[in-house]
C-alpha cells in the first residue's frame, strides 16, 4: 500500500521561503517518479515540479526558477524547495508518485496534502 506523508506547510510572507517534505512508504522509492502539484481555491490543480529516478526535472511555468525538486533516496523522500513565495502561491501542495512517467502522468498515488499561505 502506497502512502505519501507531506509537512512543512505553513504561513510565510511573501518574498520569503519554505521546504515541503514528502515521506514514502510501501514503493521501491529509488525507482519512482516523485513530484508536487498544487490547486488553489476556485482553480484546477497544476504541476509543480517532477523529479524522475535518473534525477530529472520538470516544473511548472509558474515556478520555475523559484522553487526546486530534490529527492534523498536513503530516506525515502522528496523535497520541494520554494523560494521567492508570492500570494499567488498559496495552495494546498500535494505530494505524487508513479512507477513510471506514464503512471505518474494517468494516475500514480496522492498525499494528503499540505496548506501553504503567502500573506503579509
Known sequence: ????????GGLVQPGGSLRLSCVASGIFFSTYVMGWYRQAPGKERELVGTITS?????????????FTVSRDN????????????????????????????IEYAMRG????????????
Do not use: F, I
Not at 500500500?1 to 512543512?8: F, T
Not at 498515488?109 to 503579509?120: A, D, E, L, R
Open 54 to 66: 535518473d534525477g530529472t526535472t520538470y516544473y511548472g511555468a509558474s515556478v520555475k526558477g523559484r
Open 1 to 8: 500500500q502506497v502512502q505519501l506523508v507531506e509537512s512543512g
Open 109 to 120: 498515488s496522492w498525499g494528503q496534502g499540505t496548506q501553504v499561505t503567502v500573506s503579509s
Open 74 to 101: 536513503a530516506k525515502n523522500t522528496v523535497y520541494l524547495q520554494m523560494n521567492s513565495l508570492e500570494p499567488e502561491d498559496t495552495a494546498v501542495y500535494s505530494c505524487h508518485c508513479g512507477s513510471s512517467l
